[in-house]
């Protein structure tokens, strides 16, 4: 069956339009991505590193609690 004028002219702009899309949005959207993993690297080093030093706080706290309490129950005993 013989498509008609109008028909065919659809096709190819809907063809250009597919092209278009794949060539400049996906292109787009693909810099998008990456620039965003980038981003969420370097926000993971930072808050690695944020907790490091807070969980470094945390022991030396109760490293000296632990240590304060010894000498108060040694110093009781005694």
Do not use: Q, Y
Request: hydrophobic share 45%; glycine share 2%.
């Amino acid at each position: 069956m013989p498509k008609s004028k109008a028909e065919v002219v659809e096709i190819k702009d809907l063809a250009k339009e597919i092209e278009t899309v794949k060539d400049v949005h996906l292109a787009h959207i693909h810099e998008c991505i990456h620039r965003v993993e980038d981003e969420l690297k370097s926000n993971k080093e930072h808050f690695n590193t944020r907790i490091d030093r807070l969980d470094n706080r945390i022991f030396w706290v109760l490293g000296l609690t632990v240590t304060t309490l010894a000498s108060v129950i040694a110093n009781m005993v005694m």
